[in-house]
């Protein structure tokens, strides 16, 4: 069996705030084979984002982390920040959700360019032919302008392209892209879809996809992992978790898309909102809201077991096929 | 009679290139005309900058058209007279599309929700606060909201205390611009059901702004589909989605990502078009994947194609539909 890039082994994060130490993830585990995309997908306060800055180690300070993540064949978590400094940015790179404030606006886009390549590799005597051809890799056809253009003088769509191109830099294993679409509308998100693939396949690199949107997921990725409140609750093939579904979050989720629903019908929602972080339900997380719970879900937290071979819930009562 | 009108209207809008540089002429809203009927949802579609935000303003009278006129009930907006005006401003409210930045952080809910009521009527306390409690049912919350601020709250419950703001009124018609956009999808759903609900219970017309075709969709009766500051298909929802006719709705219906991996997303890939003899022709020539000389010399006009179905594309009027 082939070792995966990445594999997050029971990760735990919390926060020390002012009301007391709120536990954002609980015992997260997934891994990342080589050339796959990963999807991460939960709404907001889930905690999609702060798994993902684990992973890239950028976690503001009052946090605790606990777990394993093995990247590389190197324990991240142990590494010291200045080891840290050659993995990011390098081997693994992120795109951040917004291109308009993740470029620096006083600065033209050659020159942000060329400053991740020399960071990268100071020895690169042409830094510019370099960003050219990395510009025309991310579908520009006009590269010298580009070049010579400041962010806000792009559409939104090119922002994001000019910060898939930073991110390539390094030749990454592994790109992380915090909701890369989310800014931009349809025809704009589809080139951006089309983009990350063609990368994956000429840089053979791994995507971890962080996202709300499931459509984005469908088109995208290859497995995907459905997180609540800081717990992975179903991992497996994007195949399986949309026709096979076996977590009932999962399931509702995917029938509150307004997708061919007609008008006058009403979308079946989730009842209740998300817990408070500080003051998590016991058992269960997800059973206050769960049409499916019982007694036991109170009690005891359900661990993430396998169900076919590459298919994982963690759920005492899971949905059968056909339902 | 319908309930707005819009003839021909169009904003105009100046841009210079540098301090000294020429003017240039920016078509944001060009020509459109369209109306809505007493209780029914129009959607409109269309990329970032197409001119959907400038249509709301102008019919919010936020902004004056360049040319052209809006009638409310038969009346002219340009025409009317201050206490006309303020009964227009009154039954048309909106909602915007991140309810974190449009209501207000120092504001409780409470004042939030009681300013327009204040404002437009003579209402004492006692009756002022049933006021609130009813509203605050009506979309779903209770009155221990209401002397919380906006960051107590979730992104769903702002987005319906902004609803309970535009509803106070009773208003005849809301402007939704993007009321989900910023939203997760579960939140989403609770949100067009409420708005779906409150249509139904207090006859309200709705113009849904979005550029999700899936969500319009769902919503709307009518949909218009709007380019670069133009119209180019307008029609029943179910039409326009099922049998689209622009080759831009194509497009962008190709490009919506489906939450269903047997479906790809499709990308019509186009070479631009080099537009040196472009003089005021169509305004989707640049990206049309089947554009003609026609379309070079002339712009097309809005054509009802099917029923209430209208186009405007030489294409699929005069080419060879495949």
Redesign the interface.
């Known amino acids: 069996m082939v070792e995966p890039i990445l594999s997050v082994e029971k990760l735990d994060v919390s926060f020390s705030t002012f009301e007391g130490l709120a536990h954002v993830l609980s015992k997260v585990t997934f891994k990342i084979n080589h050339k796959e995309v990963f999807a991460l997908v939960g ?2 306060g889930c905690g999609k984002t702060v798994t993902a800055l684990s992973i890239i180690k950028l976690l503001p300070r009052n946090s605790y982390v606990q777990g394993r993540i093995i990247f590389n064949g190197r324990n991240i978590l142990e590494l010291k920040e200045s080891d840290m400094v050659e993995v990011r940015g390098k081997s693994m790179a992120m795109i951040l959700q917004d291109p308009s404030s993740s470029l620096n606006p006083m600065f033209k886009v050659g020159e942000q360019l060329c400053d991740a390549i020399t960071s990268n590799d100071p020895n690169i005597k042409e830094p510019k032919r370099y960003a050219l051809e990395l510009l025309s890799k991310v579908g520009f056809k006009d590269t010298e302008r580009v070049f010579n253009s400041y962010p806000n003088e792009l ?2 769509g090119m922002q994001q392209r000019v910060a898939i191109s930073i991110s390539l830099t390094g030749k990454p294993t592994l790109l992380i892209a915090d909701e890369p679409t989310t800014a931009l ?7 951006i ?2 983009l990350l693939k063609q990368v994956r396949d000429t840089y053979s690199t791994s995507v971890l996809l962080i996202t ?9 990725c290859d497995r995907v992992g459905i997180m609540y409140f800081g717990q992975v609750v179903e991992i497996g093939p ?2 399986d978790l ?2 096979n579904t076996k977590h009932p979050y999962t399931k ?3 029938q ?4 061919n ?10 009842p209740g ?2 817990p408070s972080p500080l003051s998590p339900p016991s058992g269960c997380r997800f059973y206050p809201r769960c049409p499916r719970s019982n007694e036991s879900c109170s009690k005891d937290v359900p661990e993430i077991l396998p169900i076919t071979d590459k298919h994982y819930v963690a759920c005492f009562n899971p949905l059968s096929g056909d339902e | 009679m319908p309930l707005i009108e819009a003839k021909n209207v169009s904003k105009h809008y100046y841009k210079r290139k540098g301090f000294f540089g020429k003017k240039e002429l920016i078509k944001a809203v060009d020509n459109v005309s369209f109306s809505i009927e007493k209780g029914t949802t129009l959607g409109l579609v269309g990329e970032t900058g197409c001119g959907k935000t400038t249509l709301a303003k102008c019919l919010l009278r936020l902004i004056n058209p360049t040319s052209g006129a809006i009638l409310f009930k038969g009346k002219d907006l340009s025409k009317m007279k201050s206490e006309e005006l303020d009964d227009y401003h009154r039954s048309v409210q909106i909602v915007f599309q991140n309810p974190f930045t449009s209501l207000n952080p120092r504001m409780t809910i409470r004042n939030i929700i009681s300013e327009p009521i204040i404002t437009h009527k003579k209402i004492n306390k006692t009756e002022l606060e049933t006021e609130l409690v009813r509203l605050l049912k009506v979309v779903g919350l209770n009155e221990t909201h209401l002397s919380r601020y906006p960051h107590e709250l979730s992104g769903g419950q702002n987005q319906r205390v902004a609803i309970a703001r535009a509803i106070a009124l009773n208003p005849e018609l809301i402007i939704l611009d993007e009321p989900t956009s910023a939203l997760d999808v579960s939140v989403q759903a609770t949100i067009l059901n409420l708005l779906n609900e409150l249509q139904k219970q207090f006859n309200l017309s709705y113009i849904f702004i979005s550029h999700d075709l899936g969500v319009v969709r769902f919503i709307s009766d009518y949909i218009i589909v709007m380019y670069s500051g133009k119209f180019v298909e307008m029609g029943p929802s179910e039409d326009i989605l099922g049998q689209p006719l622009h080759p831009y709705t194509k497009m962008l219906l190709l490009a919506l990502p489906l939450p269903d991996p047997k479906k790809k997303i499709e990308l019509i890939q186009h070479q631009m078009k080099a537009l040196e003899d472009w003089r005021g022709g169509c305004v989707f020539l640049q990206k049309c994947p089947y554009g003609m000389e026609l379309c070079k010399k002339e712009e097309p006009e809005m054509v009802e194609v099917r029923e209430k179905h209208f186009v405007a594309c030489y294409y699929t009027i005069k080419g060879d539909r495949r």
């Open positions: 709404e907001t559409s939104g509308d349809v025809l704009t998100q589809a080139q879809i089309q709300h949107n499931l459509g984005l997921v469908a088109t995208l994007t195949y949309f026709y509702g989720l995917l509150s898309l307004p997708y629903k007609l008008k006058n019908q009403t979308l079946p929602t989730i909102d998300l």
